[in-house]
């Protein structure tokens, strides 16, 4: 994946295995898996972080490798069946709290020029991101400020 604001190439990573089936040594039932998820996401657990609790904790001792496989629905999907999901997608919020960070601490150090452009790039991506969701995901009319992304961000 290459780097939205930098001429460095992209990292490497692992890739999942390519299998369409759920191995058998993870037959946990799909209403237990469902119930796992949003009992995480009432916890305050972001979609990904339930599927690497999920990978690793497992339900009810059995690791599930992939909820998609075992349930035929993404972790989000299973969220917005039970009402369970958030406001803005993950990786939007992540962006925003990220900005939120950063305008703290360029407050406090008005002359850290390389964070200062951090921040710019982190609110273009937002901005960027936000046209992409918006009317799907997110309102038509949201615009994104550090004054919304704060108050956003200290409710939860």
Do not use: C
Not at 19 to 31: G, M, Q, R, Y
Not at 78 to 103: T, Y
């Amino acid at each position: 994946m290459a780097r939205m604001h930098t001429r460095r190439r992209g990292s490497s990573g692992s890739d999942k295995p390519a299998t369409d089936e759920n191995p058998e040594w993870s037959d946990v039932d799909a209403e237990d898996i469902e119930s796992r998820v949003v009992e995480l996401a009432e916890q305050g657990h972001d979609p990904s972080v339930i599927g690497l609790k999920l990978r690793d904790e497992g339900v009810k001792g059995v690791p599930v490798p992939d909820v998609k496989l075992a349930t035929g629905k993404k972790v989000t999907e299973i969220l917005e069946e039970h009402d369970a999901d958030s406001e803005f997608p993950e990786d939007l919020r992540n962006l925003m709290s990220q900005a939120v960070r950063l305008r703290e601490h360029m407050a406090e150090n008005g002359q850290d020029h390389q964070n200062k452009r951090a921040l710019q790039n982190t609110e273009s991506k937002i901005r960027r991101l936000a046209d992409y969701y918006r009317g799907d995901e997110i309102d038509e009319e949201f615009t994104y400020t550090y004054e919304y992304a704060a108050e956003l961000l200290g409710d939860e």
